[in-house]
């Protein structure tokens, strides 16, 4: 029973680089979100999806882009990595009847 | 844009204490959840409120929804080491947006043995 499964789990890459990071879910949810953790900030959700080829902004989402093609995959893109950048982003989902179930995170190094 | 307040910040405390953290807002919550992040991991759910008043219980873990829906605490008793970690709140708004949630900044709990 994997849940939700966020790859790769580090990546360092150059300012100006572009990454796409992967979010899969076996859970059959509706909804999927992904966050970024900075230290004392919590987590602020960047885009989300409400249903598979439906995307949302969030709270912080300039210099992110996201697709849902199929309904238990989330992409998250970053098009020119920036050092602001640097932080630990989670992929979540849930459904109508079921709270968010969180990834293991993938920590992201921009220099 | 809406705002979650989580207090303490963190939290020093010899094994064996009490705890407590709450979470205000300005805003009308329907769901209150309480999430705990262990590092080098993702949040995972310690336990969920969805009505006002709403006491809940899971083991040593005590939460509440509070009776104005703008805040909600957790207690944990007599706490051991593996209590240590990040405890965050979440709230999802009275108005449905597919589910999404607000977080609060986290309590970062450190247990003395």
């Known amino acids: 029973n994997a849940g939700v499964t966020q790859t790769p789990k580090f990546r360092v890459l150059k300012t100006g680089q572009s990454m796409t990071l992967l979010c899969a879910q076996d859970?059959?949810?509706?909804?999927m979100y992904w966050y970024r953790q900075d230290p004392g900030m919590g987590l602020r959700l960047i885009h989300y999806?409400?249903?598979?080829?439906?995307?949302a902004k969030g709270e912080v989402p300039d210099g992110y882009n996201v697709s849902r093609l199929k309904k238990q995959n989330f992409l998250l893109g970053l098009e020119s990595a920036a050092p602001s950048q640097t932080s630990v982003y989670f992929c979540?989902?849930?459904?109508?009847?079921?709270?968010?179930?969180f990834g293991n995170g993938t920590r992201l190094t921009v220099t | 844009g809406q705002q979650l307040n989580q207090s303490p910040q963190s939290m020093f405390i010899q094994e064996g204490e009490d705890v407590s953290m709450n979470c205000t807002s300005s805003?009308?919550?329907?769901?209150w959840l309480w999430y705990k992040q262990d590092p080098g991991e993702g949040p995972v759910l310690l336990i969920a409120l969805y009505k006002a008043g709403e006491l809940t219980s899971n083991g040593r873990l005590t939460a509440q929804f509070g009776i104005t829906r703008k805040d909600s605490f957790l207690n944990i008793s007599a706490s051991i080491p593996s209590d240590v970690g990040i405890y965050f709140c979440a709230g999802r708004l009275i108005y449905n947006q597919g589910g999404k949630l607000i977080f609060g900044q986290g309590t970062e709990l450190s247990v003395k043995p």
């Open positions: 859970m059959n949810h509706e909804y």
């Open positions: 999806s409400v249903g598979e080829g439906t995307t």
């Open positions: 979540a989902s849930s459904s109508d009847y079921s709270p968010l179930h």
């Open positions: 805003s009308i919550f329907n769901t």
